[in-house]
């Protein structure tokens, strides 16, 4: 079976799959103090809790936090006789082109949405992904990531707006009742949310403008499904984006040889 990790900023999500479906998904806080011990202790917990034999024969990483790869490589080797395939690195060979200015370092997770996407909707297209940064990244027709945009995510605006201003709440992110708010939370609400709508139209707009063809917008993350309340933003909302780009990028390399 296939263990798909995947480091964001804020959480590392674990997944296995079998060679057919995700059979099991697990989510833990990304810290780079963690050993190969502890993710073992934790992980294999977890699957004598899910009550399935699940013998981990493969392992791939996608990480933007280079600092978490070694323990992880750690974990694979000792516990699981196995070298990982690490997004990025020159042994992973990558299904799609990255044209990019050169000596540009393009995030691991926006390549594996890219070729998550690519494989469900084909070329032409725009991936949201709702993360500690809310990133636009564009594929063209023939699956090539060929750049897009990164604003601030949704949850790093909100704390930022409660830590610069001493009277402002800290709140969470939702779709408020009404537009104008009558108190201090439901105003920021109103804001934090309609902002984002606005800005994930009027971003998507303009590279659709700029492509010059027409695109389908995907979305991924944790607040997608939130944003999604607003038709016609996306054409369709993959909380397993990543993992399936993983699953996709592993099978490549497999058969590559």
């Not at 000792?78 to 992973?92: A, I, Q, S, T, W």
């Amino acid at each position: 079976m296939l263990l798909a990790i995947d480091v964001g900023n804020t959480n590392t999500v674990f997944a296995i799959h079998d060679g057919q479906d995700f059979v099991a998904d697990w989510r833990c806080a990304t810290e780079v103090q963690r050993t190969a011990d502890e993710y073992w202790v934790w992980l294999n917990t977890l699957i004598t809790l899910q009550g399935a034999e699940l013998e981990i024969t493969e392992v791939i990483v996608s990480s933007v936090v280079p600092r978490v790869v070694f323990n992880l490589r750690v974990l694979c080797n000792r516990y699981f006789d196995c070298r990982p395939l690490v997004v990025g690195k020159p042994e992973c060979l990558l299904p799609v082109d990255v044209r990019v200015d050169a000596d540009t370092q393009v995030g691991a997770d926006r390549l594996v949405n890219t070729v998550g996407a690519f494989n469900q909707l084909g070329g032409n297209l725009i991936v949201v992904d709702f993360g500690t940064a809310t990133t636009f990244d564009v594929v063209a027709s023939d699956g090539a990531y060929v750049g897009g945009v990164i604003a601030p995510g949704v949850n790093l605006s909100v704390e930022a707006l409660h830590l610069a201003a001493a009277a402002l709440p800290q709140v969470d992110a939702t779709k408020p009742q009404r537009v104008i708010g009558t108190d201090t939370v439901a105003c920021m609400q109103s804001g934090i949310y309609w902002g984002y709508v606005g800005l994930i139209a009027n971003i998507t707009a303009e590279i659709k403008a700029e492509h010059g063809s027409p695109m389908k917008v995907i979305a991924t993350g944790g607040l997608a499904s939130l944003f999604d309340q607003e038709s016609g933003l996306f054409d369709l909302v993959d909380n397993e984006l990543t993992m399936s780009g993983l699953v996709a990028i592993n099978e490549f390399n497999r058969k590559a040889g």
